[in-house]
């Protein structure tokens, strides 16, 4: 892929990401379809726009740390994970072949989505996230905690201004872009996977 198509995929992700934020406010779902939709304005079509209607009930309830509970992983690093793990292709009849095919997706999420996430956020989780960007954690079971991340986020620019200021759903969206296309431009074969873990 040109570099210009590579741009205009990861500005897609920037712009889907902020604009689904505000349609969904789920970052799973919004992630995911926002990483779809980027790489299909370029051509790439990963999966139908049937099978992603299918998917999305799926994501809806990995958000806000897994059943929006704060605890789990952040649900963007999820949908982005998900996104990437479908362009790593391991199917079931690979995994009965040989089952160390999954480090081939272990890899493809850990080294991208995975390390981008441990650098900017020093976690996975849905707290790590929020307690790196505003120095504190919301219970977004409490009505007024809720309102109040809705007013941070709005006030530091994540949904009018995605390209500029980090907003989690638009950032991991483009960083997940970033990591299919280097994925299906060069993907890792199960014999380099097995020599890199030493699984022979």
């Not at 982005?80 to 009965?96: E, N, P, T």
Request: proline share 3%; with cysteine.
């Amino acid at each position: 892929m040109d570099e210009g198509s590579r741009k205009r995929a990861v500005e897609k992700a920037y712009d889907l990401g902020a604009q689904y934020v505000t349609t969904w406010w789920g970052c799973a779902q919004s992630t995911f379809c926002a990483t779809i939709g980027a790489l299909r304005s370029v051509g790439i079509e990963l999966i139908t726009p049937e099978l992603e209607e299918e998917i999305f009930p799926g994501l809806v309830g990995l958000s806000g740390g897994c059943g929006n509970m704060n605890v789990g992983s952040c649900g963007a690093i999820t949908g982005a994970s998900f996104a990437v793990s479908l362009a790593a292709g391991i199917k079931r009849s690979d995994q009965l072949r040989d089952k160390d095919h999954r480090w081939i997706a272990f890899d493809a999420v850990a080294e991208t989505i995975g390390q981008r996430f441990l650098e900017a956020y020093g976690g996975l989780r849905c707290r790590d996230v929020t307690w790196s960007r505003f120095g504190k954690q919301y219970d977004s079971w409490d009505p007024a905690a809720k309102e109040e991340f809705g007013k941070d986020e709005l006030a530091r620019g994540c949904v009018t201004n995605a390209r500029d200021y980090p907003c989690t759903i638009p950032r991991t969206a483009a960083w997940a872009v970033e990591a299919i296309l280097h994925i299906l431009e060069r993907p890792k074969t199960l014999e380099q996977i097995k020599r890199d873990h030493q699984l022979e």
